[in-house]
């Protein structure tokens, strides 16, 4: 079953790189991710079986990434159908600059996102240290001509820095990998194994100093992909120049995948003893990306690279819950559902505004209630999410972090979290809310075009969940959080 | 014996790397590294058949496949030197030489309770990673990053072998296979850098900005 | 063999073989380049018919210009005492020798330079001017180099690290020697002028360097300074070969005679060096030499490894 699940998005991927036909690849595409999703879904009530002595299977944590994987595929998945159908095959006339350029062969776009939903999903099952690490790799190098999509100066640039940071980031993780090796070689009699579960089982054997030198480089290499500041460069440029399909994939899904690598080895981390100071360097780095983000934000004039930054945040946000530990990995877990729905709701929604206004600057959009009204008020309402105001799941588990921290007696980092918190939240609300408001200029009116089915209805499914989770946890979820915060020690 | 004089070499080759602005002979130096990095688990005299089975792919991948892919996309480029780095030649030679007894003063501190097969590969990997590093960060072709890049990988790699408790040959084919198809699509962006821009320095890649 | 009737041949030998070098280099040269060449023995007769010349002083020196060529023959022949052919002891051997040796060097330099100087002409205080240049950058790494075989073998004195180096410790400090040979090559070539970094034969203004300093030595003065230069050429191929070939272990008069052979197939070397490089552009040189300090730095580090 595992197999089948890596294997459905990876044949479909090389399936649609040979075939002609535009719509079978579309039907390959939509079957895949339908497909992919249902199996998911069958996990949570027929867990499956671990396979090749445990190196691929499925605990807690994984099936809580591969589920928001598999979900948001699904949605951008039908959204990338009506986004590709709308294309022109072409040249395109760029509206940013005057420049005249093509756009990759759509068999290669589509075998590329289904290759990347295939090592993400390889990496959500993914039991051992060498193995993550290769999938991780493997989610930046897939990912890499996808934002390579319009073949334009800006998006290569983009590209070459992703591919160029986050490969560097990714090799550092690697050494840190090899120091697990030795931490885990040089304390009992026989080396431990670099599988996740036997790492934890035996982690009071570990060598400490090596243990720690390990969580460094993995934090730092992961971190990179995950999008940590200082290591977030690449992050604003990918994200603002690739297709708004692709941002939503990178932001919602591939940036927890990074972060599943991280979680791994904090649980070694705890296990071993060493919660507290794996803690604070994640509470650190998460404070400082929230700190830069807050920073570019406030006086942000491009909204995609204003959604980039507050994924910067977010990840902050979520590596402070897990820092702090105890309660606040409940907040941090559910803040990374909340956020993976609303980022990627958040970047299809501008997709369709890009589409409309052919503009990404936030002063030259206005008026999106008279244009797209629809889109308009999904924009809003993912905007209120994404800055944490009730009643949004967003807030519950910001709400939660906080409060932990509180609880915990770390005023200083509960302070600063809070204060900046609310400098994102003035800076996104001035600019965002202006959008929608307003009339618009003359001639967008008449261009603008009628809504496609498939390009509001996957935001609107997420915007939806979040303001359910919002409301009403399930307490079947809720037990389910508890028992990943149980994996690091929490309650 | 023959891993000192290995490791000698290895020093030398990326002592050389720092100081030429050459971008052929980078690329015979990372083919020359890749032989070295591939016979070095094996150099210890000890036959395994799977040891061998898997330096031997190490070579054709790092030492054939690797440098090939590089020189073909240095001839679709038609360029053929570094231009002016961030440090000058010189500079790094003498940065190098810092590094050198930097990496050597760290493996000597290292509270590493395993004795490799020689003292000198530690502290020779930490250079070769450093000697990456450093020539991402200098350099302003796009290519010479990407040898950078395999540089730090074969460092990183070095130190790798060093552990007595070998990581599964699956896991080690499938590193291969991701810096393997990292040069591919760093190769195919380079490609592309050079047809957008007319050249491939990345300093000039700054139009993204806050 | 600590008799020192039978240690002082060594320097012996060095002043009847030294200018034989050149003779060698010449031919190995001439050899490459297809023609006969020069009597091995030119060297000699030079030395012989310049000493049997007058002494022409140029108004505008001083006493300085005089007593330099004496100056560089005293302490040239000072060093040669220090000096083991083989592994062996020299005439005078003490701790922290090696200094003494490094530093009468450098008062050659010292006295060549002012001597240069002394004439008043630009011509030769541009040769003056470079070799201060490039002497300042081979000191440091020829330092090194020996400190790094002095850390190796644990002694300070020339000729105890000589001896110290047998077979046996030839082979487990095999690296360390490689690249102190390697250092001591190219400081020989700079230091006695050749090719890459200066041409002993042309006398081209803009690329001399020593030979422009010596143009208005003549006579008996101008026999002392090539004496002098043949000595050095001397000091440095047996300190080479001393250090690049072990003890074999037979005691001292094989490994005499294998280190003068060697020193003399090392000017050889140098001869076929010669031939096949090309003279160095003068801006290039000083990276040639700081591949000396490379290599005597990659020594030291391997040194203390242990």
């Known amino acids: ?491 | 014996m023959l891993i000192e004089f290995m490791m000698i070499f290895l020093t030398l080759v990326n002592l050389i790397i720092l100081s030429t602005s050459r971008l052929s002979t980078c690329i015979k130096v990372i083919a020359f590294q890749g032989i070295i990095l591939g016979v070095l688990p094996v150099a210890g005299g000890q036959f395994d058949i799977q040891l061998v089975i898997f330096s031997i792919i190490a070579i054709s991948v790092k030492a054939i496949l690797f440098p090939s892919m590089l020189l073909r996309t240095l001839s679709q480029l038609n360029i053929h030197r570094e231009k002016k780095p961030y440090v000058g030649y010189g500079m790094s030679l003498l940065i190098g030489l810092g590094a050198i007894v930097l990496s050597w003063w760290i493996s000597k501190n290292l509270p590493l309770t395993i004795t490799p097969a020689n003292s000198a590969v530690l502290p020779v990997s930490i250079f070769t990673a450093f000697v990456g590093l450093y020539l991402i960060i200098t350099r302003k072709m796009a290519l010479t990053q990407v040898i950078g890049y395999l540089i730090f990988e074969n460092g990183i790699y070095m130190f790798g072998v060093i552990l007595p408790q070998k990581q599964p040959l699956l896991v080690e084919l499938a590193v291969l296979l991701d810096a393997f198809v990292a040069v591919f699509v760093m190769g195919i962006t380079i490609f592309h850098i050079s047809r957008e821009f007319d050249h491939i320095e990345t300093d000039q890649l700054s139009t993204l900005r806050s | 063999m600590d008799n020192i009737s039978i240690r002082i041949i060594q320097p012996i030998l060095a002043l009847i073989l030294s200018p034989l070098l050149f003779g060698i280099i010449n031919r190995t040269k001439a050899f490459f380049a297809g023609r006969k060449g020069q009597p091995l023995f030119q060297t000699y007769f030079d030395l012989w018919k310049l000493v049997h010349k007058g002494v022409v002083y140029s108004k505008t020196t001083g006493w300085i210009f005089r007593a330099g060529p004496i100056i560089n023959l005293s302490a040239i022949l000072l060093i040669t005492l220090f000096i083991p052919l083989g592994h062996s002891k020299a005439v005078i051997f003490f701790d922290g020798d090696i200094f003494l040796v490094i530093y009468l060097f450098a008062l050659i330099r010292f006295f060549t330079i002012i001597a240069a100087l002394d004439t008043g002409s630009s011509f030769e205080g541009m040769g003056a001017s470079r070799e201060a240049q490039f002497s300042a950058l081979t000191e440091p790494a020829l330092f090194l180099a020996l400190a790094a075989i002095a850390c190796g073998t644990g002694k300070l004195s020339l000729s105890e690290i000589l001896v110290s180096i047998t077979s046996k410790f030839w082979l487990s400090h095999i690296s360390i020697i490689l690249f102190v040979a390697a250092t001591l090559i190219i400081v020989l070539l700079t230091e006695n002028a050749r090719i890459p970094v200066d041409d002993p034969n042309t006398h081209l203004e803009l690329t001399m360097i020593h030979e422009v300093m010596v143009l208005d030595s003549s006579g008996p003065d101008f026999a002392f300074i090539v004496f002098a230069s043949a000595l050095k050429l001397w000091v440095f191929t047996a300190l080479f070969a001393g250090v690049l070939i072990p003890d074999i272990g037979f005691g001292f008069w094989p490994n005499l005679g294998i280190c003068v052979l060697a020193v003399l197939c090392v000017s050889v070397v140098v001869g076929i060096i010669e031939s096949c490089i090309a003279r160095l552009k003068l801006l290039f040189v000083p990276h040639f030499i700081f591949i000396a300090t490379v290599f005597a730095v990659l020594a030291m580090v391997f040194v203390l490894r242990k």
């Open chain 1, 1 to 491: 079953m595992l197999l089948a699940l890596i294997f459905i998005p990876f044949l479909a991927g090389v399936l649609s790189l040979v075939s002609r036909n535009a719509s079978l690849r579309y039907f390959l595409l939509g079957t895949a991710a339908v497909l992919h999703f249902i199996l998911t879904c069958s996990f949570w009530f027929f867990p499956p079986a671990a396979l090749f002595n445990n190196w691929l299977g499925l605990d807690r944590i994984g099936q809580l990434i591969l589920s928001i994987t598999s979900g948001l595929f699904l949605g951008a998945g039908f959204y990338a159908i009506s986004y590709l159908k709308n294309e022109k095959h072409q040249q395109i006339k760029d509206f940013q600059e005057d420049i005249i350029f093509s756009n990759v062969p759509e068999a290669i776009f589509i075998c590329c996102m289904l290759f990347l939903l295939a090592s993400m999903t390889f990496l959500a099952l993914s039991q051992h240290f060498g193995l993550i690490w290769v999938a991780i790799e493997l989610t930046t190098l897939t990912s890499a001509p996808l934002i390579y999509f319009h073949r334009h100066h800006r998006s290569l640039e983009a590209t070459w820095k992703y591919l160029m940071i986050c490969s560097v980031g990714i090799a550092i993780a690697l050494l840190g990998n090899f120091f697990l090796a030795v931490a885990a070689s040089t304390g009992g009699e026989k080396p431990v194994s670099l599988l996740a579960g036997e790492l934890v089982k035996y982690a009071n054997v570990l060598n400490v100093k090596w243990l720690k030198a390990a969580f460094i480089f993995i934090l730092v290499g992961y971190g990179t992909k995950m999008g940590l500041a200082p290591m977030h460069t690449w992050l604003p440029d990918a994200h603002s120049e690739a297709p708004s399909v692709i941002s939503s994939l990178l932001s919602g899904a591939m940036l927890n995948c990074a972060f599943l690598g991280i979680f791994r080895t904090f649980q070694v981390c705890t296990a071993a003893g060493l919660g507290d100071f794996a803690g604070d360097l994640l509470i650190a780095l998460g404070l400082v990306s929230m700190l830069v983000a807050a920073v570019y934000i406030i006086r942000q004039a491009d909204y995609k690279r204003m959604l980039a930054y507050s994924s910067v945040e977010h990840m902050g946000i979520v590596a402070i819950g897990l820092g702090l530990g105890k309660a606040a990995v409940f907040g941090s877990m559910l803040h990374l559902v909340n956020h993976s729905l609303t980022k990627a709701a958040l970047f299809l929604v501008a997709g369709n505004i890009l589409a409309v206004y052919k503009t990404k600057r936030t002063n030259d959009v206005q008026g999106m209630f008279k244009v797209i009204p629809i889109s308009a008020f999904l924009w809003l309402a993912g905007i209120l999410s994404i800055t944490g105001f009730p009643p949004f799941g967003t807030f519950i588990s910001e709400f939660t972090i906080l409060k932990a921290g509180i609880e915990q007696g770390r005023f200083f980092v509960s302070g600063a979290y809070l204060v900046l918190l609310v400098i994102v939240f003035i800076g996104f609300a001035t600019i965002c809310i202006r959008m929608t408001q307003g009339s618009p200029e003359q001639g967008i009116e008449k261009v603008a075009l009628k809504q496609r089915f498939l390009s509001v209805v996957p935001p609107a499914i997420m915007i939806l969940l979040i303001l359910v989770l919002g409301l009403f946890i399930p307490s079947t979820f809720r037990n389910f959080l508890h028992d990943i915060c149980m994996l690091v020690g929490g309650n």
